[in-house]
């Protein structure tokens, strides 16, 4: 609509400039119906500059030579081109403008001294076609080039303020959360004290000690994921399994293949899936052996956590194993889980490309 009215405005005022130009320029060929068709078809052609603008600066342009093919006064009509220049530039690749552009100056100065009935030099016709052109181009191009500078200066204003944010709300994760691990490993910590004088049933020092390497570790990633943005990898897979060794649950790691080459986004989604599995091993899976096999082969990681307790395949809710299938699929990786060999088994395949050598 606002190009519509644009165009109309722009439409008005040319018509009535023209017939101002044609009172002044009697040697030229009169304002007829063939003029107003003429002057019409140039301002519609402006409706379409945003959205189409090779079409606006096609239709505006035939216009005009059209205009002065047939010797109609020299008046505003001028202005459809490069208001149909402009917007290209304004609204489009830079490239394309410069392009149409260069194009156009190539088709118009020989026209225009074969064309004219008074042909003048080519160094005129070459000075006026550039500044009738050129002009146009250069401002829609400073126009551009404002209008991202403005939209970058926002976006990055916007991104300020979210990461100052998150580093906020990071800050008091860590402090409550932290807190409430730091207290919990060191309980554990006096309780192993305490059992080391008074000596106890083994399976109670066991999980004591599970628990403070669990809140340890807990407490070491989220200082890492938070305060740093990063987190554990497939490396640290050997302590998740010590850690994992409670209530009589044995655990093995077997591997497969070279680790190098592999991106941090999909080290840090196969450590997570293991450590999902596991915890559903400990809490649900009611089974006295978990086996955890990490093969590294050329371009993807295949994941694989057999137990064998019972289990029940990933369920609804975008929690837990159902959250690591989404994160796997975002890495164009998948996620299965069900009854294995011997047991309840999780599988993961997460590919990666290859960095160039």
């Known amino acids: 609509m606002t190009d519509a009215v644009f165009a109309l405005a722009v439409g008005v005022v040319t018509i009535a400039g023209s017939v101002a130009a044609g009172r002044d320029q009697t040697d030229m060929t009169p304002i007829d119906s063939t003029a107003y068709v003429l002057l019409v ?11 189409l603008p090779g079409l606006a600066l096609a239709g505006t342009f035939a216009c005009t030579v059209a205009w002065i093919y047939l010797s109609y006064p020299y008046g505003p009509i001028f202005f459809y ?8 530039a304004a609204w489009s690749r830079t490239r394309y403008a410069v392009i149409a552009v260069a194009l156009l100056l190539l088709a118009h100065i020989p026209w225009s001294l074969w064309g004219e009935t008074e042909p003048d030099s080519l160094t005129f016709a070459a000075v006026t076609t550039a500044l009738w052109l050129l002009c146009p181009l250069a401002m829609g191009i400073a126009v551009r080039s404002q209008r991202h500078a403005i939209a970058r200066a926002l976006e990055e204003e916007r991104s300020r303020h979210i990461y100052q944010e998150r580093l906020r709300l990071a800050q008091e994760v ?8 730091a207290v919990i490993s060191m309980n554990a910590g006096a ?17 004591l000690r599970a628990i403070r390497t669990a809140s340890s570790g807990a407490l070491d990633e989220l200082r890492s994921a938070l305060l740093h943005g990063d987190g554990p990898g497939l490396a640290a897979l050997p302590s998740l399994l010590a850690a994992t060794r409670v209530d009589g649950l044995t655990t093995e790691l077997t591997v497969t293949g070279e680790r190098a080459g592999i991106p941090s986004t999909v080290d840090l989604t196969g450590y997570r899936i293991v450590q999902e599995s596991l915890t559903n091993v400990v809490r649900h899976a009611g089974a006295k052996r978990a086996c955890v096999t990490v093969a590294y082969q050329p371009g993807r990681v295949s994941l694989s956590v057999l137990d064998d307790g019972a289990g029940g395949p990933i369920g609804p809710g975008g929690s837990g194993l159902a959250s690591m299938a989404a994160r ?16 309840f088994e999780v599988k993961a395949v997460l590919p990666y490309e290859i960095a160039a050598a």
């Open 41 to 51: 078809i140039g301002a519609l052609a402006l409706v379409a500059r945003r959205k």
């Open 174 to 181: 860590h402090d409550v959360v932290g807190h409430s691990l």
């Open 328 to 343: 796997a699929q975002a890495l164009g990786g998948s996620v299965q889980a069900g009854p294995g060999r011997s047991g």
């Open 191 to 207: 309780a192993l004290h305490v059992l080391s004088k008074q000596p106890g049933p083994e399976r109670v020092a066991e999980s």
């Open 81 to 88: 081109v490069m208001i149909a220049i402009y917007s290209m």
